[in-house]
């Protein structure tokens, strides 16, 4: 199965909308206008299979929204980083930072080149976001750096 990653636009809003909710993550800023600050994952028929959003805030951008379907390769999450990693590039992004509370997850987010940090290393205008207050409220949260 040949999967195909692409950035989202306007016309994937609501399915983007219902893969997320399914899912139970939380779609608040996914608007039009911050559309195209995703990815997704679609098989050869066009079915989403995986998707990856960014927030942007300043020079920065937070990964959130990491959904991936049953089955889906390794390799296919490892490309749909390196293609957020290339979109933050375009956009002339300085760093990268994602939160989990999946400390299994951990070794992958090395791998990747994440790098472990204090919750006092965020940048000052990430603690106003809704997401990173609530991660900040989760006992075992962790927060990963990638600098580009």
Known sequence: MQALIRKADGGDL??????????????????????????????????????????????????RSLVVSPGQAEKEILVLFDQMVQLANEKGLNSLF??????????????????????????LSFYHLEHIRHVLNVDNSLFLNFSL
Not at 16 to 35: C, K, M, P, W, Y
Not at 108 to 113: A, D, K, P, R, S
Request: charged share 20%; glycine share 16%.
């Open 14 to 63: 609501g399915h983007l909308q219902e893969f997320l909710s399914r899912a139970n993550l939380g779609t608040d800023g996914l608007t039009v206008e911050t559309i195209g600050n995703f990815l997704l994952l679609e098989d050869e028929d066009g079915a989403l299979r995986g998707t990856l959003g960014m927030e942007v805030i300043a020079d920065s951008g937070l990964l």
């Open 98 to 123: 994602l939160a989990t509370n999946k400390g299994a997850a951990l070794a992958l987010f090395e791998m990747l080149g994440f790098q472990p940090i204090g919750r006092g290393d965020l940048p």
